[in-house]
């Protein structure tokens, strides 16, 4: 059986100590922005556009990516990891995996306003780190939502 990979990316928003997490009820968990990298856009952009319909709120992209000297080339934004991701296993085979570039970001306000087509406000909710280290939530949302809050912090000192 063939493997069907789409690249996706995940987008965790930080305001003021917290980030947000809303209920996919297709997934079934709570989880930050996200969604699939359309053809025409690179990783980050498909994450910060995700984040602008699922919330309403413009993202600034949390970035220490280093610079490279080349004539050719530009660097891109570094996601904070990358992560795949089985969606579709039917009797031990894999048949679609999500290769996710996770980014973290700050955003201006915690007023979550999202698209008519998109999941009500009421969905959302903001988690601190320790309202996250004492959550039901997946590991991964609990590191990386830990994370995000933590970089989000530290960039406000420097």
């Known amino acids: 059986m063939e493997t069907t990979r789409h690249f996706t990316a995940t987008v965790y928003i930080v305001n003021d100590g917290a980030t947000a997490l809303h209920n996919h009820q ?3 968990k709570r989880i930050p922005p996200g969604g699939h990298v359309d053809r025409d856009e690179l990783p980050h952009e498909a994450g910060l556009r995700e984040v602008r319909e699922e919330t309403g709120l413009d993202p600034t992209l949390l970035d220490d990516t280093q610079l490279v000297d080349t004539p050719d080339g530009r660097v891109l934004p570094r996601p904070r990891h990358q992560m795949l991701y ?3 296993v039917h ?3 894999v048949g679609h995996q999500h290769i996710d570039h996770i ?6 306000s915690r007023d979550i306003a999202p698209r008519p087509d998109e999941v009500s406000a009421d969905a959302w909710d903001w988690y601190t780190v320790d309202e996250l280290r004492d959550s039901d939530l997946s590991p991964n949302v609990v590191q ?3 994370e995000a809050i933590r970089m989000a912090e530290k960039s406000l000192t420097e």
């Not at 980014?103 to 201006?108: A, D, G, K, L, R």
Request: no cysteine; proline share 6%; glycine share 16%.
């Open 103 to 108: 980014y973290y970001t700050t955003v201006p």
């Open 86 to 88: 089985d969606i579709n």
């Open 144 to 146: 990386f939502g830990s």
């Open 26 to 28: 297709e997934v079934g």
């Open 91 to 93: 009797d031990g085979d």
